[in-house]
């Protein structure tokens, strides 16, 4: 059973508009939200995370939405650079201190010039 | 400059045989993890380590065992390697004690068994 979904397996937006990269998870006990980025041939490397206490967390061009009412978060990058082009995992954290994530499946994003 | 390295970025190995992949950190993490990535399928935990010697299974343990006995050092170990072994092998290392510290990952190993 997915617990954390990434629905969308792709996505591809011009050089400059906004992208929208879209995570549902289904355990309510999820307190702690990441976004990780992944080229080819190289590890994840980690983006931008989120607090379930918070509903927004912003870092330069990236911005992480929560709502936890419908058990949903996203990540929105203004504007998208080529560079931008790698999949993206959604992953959270269960509550209790556990350091384990559960990762979705990824959407690969990309951006053409 | 933190890093996590892998022992091998790509390995070919036969149905069978004992396999073994290591991973190095030089950033005294407490923690460490194996994943595998398949298409479809995003990143699976195979096994993590909170501590040296000890560990806990991931999602996916099957198949799979591990040792660390020292802090810096984390091995990935396929008894018998078979087919549906066949991935792209991911470590990572995080400091202990809050689920917020971010994962450092290696470059990754693809391993293919035929």
């Known amino acids: 059973d997915q617990q954390v979904k990434q629905n969308s397996p792709s996505l591809s937006v011009q050089e400059g508009r906004i992208s929208i990269l879209n995570c549902d998870y289904t355990?309510?006990?999820?307190?702690?939200f990441l976004w990780y980025k992944k080229y080819p041939a190289e590890g994840p490397t980690f983006l931008i995370s989120?607090?379930?206490?918070?509903d927004k967390n912003e870092d330069g061009r990236f911005t992480v939405f929560l709502n936890k009412s419908a058990k949903h978060l996203s990540l929105h990058i203004v504007p998208s650079q080529p560079g931008d082009s790698a999949v993206y995992f959604c992953?959270?954290?269960?509550?209790?201190?556990?350091?384990?994530?559960?990762f979705g499946k990824g959407t690969k994003l990309t951006v053409n010039p | 400059d933190v890093k996590v390295t892998q022992s091998s970025r790509y390995l070919v190995k036969r149905t069978g045989e004992k396999v073994f992949l290591e991973c190095v950190q030089d950033?005294?993490?407490?923690?460490m993890f194996w994943y595998r990535q398949d298409p479809g399928l995003g990143l699976r935990l195979i096994y993590f380590?909170?501590?040296?010697?000890?560990?806990e299974k991931g999602d996916i343990p099957e198949g799979y065992s591990v040792s660390r006995e020292k802090k810096e050092r984390f091995s990935l170990i396929l008894e018998s390697a078979s087919t549906n072994q066949t991935s792209m092998y991911l470590c990572?290392?995080?400091?202990?004690?809050?689920?917020?510290?971010?994962?450092?990952f290696g470059p990754g190993t693809r391993l293919t068994v035929t």
């Open positions: 990572a290392s995080s400091r202990g004690g809050r689920a917020e510290y971010e994962q450092y």
């Open positions: 355990n309510s006990m999820f307190d702690y």
């Open positions: 989120i607090s379930s206490i918070k």
């Open positions: 992953a959270a954290s269960p509550q209790g201190g556990s350091e384990k994530l559960v």
């Open positions: 950033m005294d993490h407490e923690n």
């Open positions: 380590s909170y501590d040296v010697k000890m560990k």
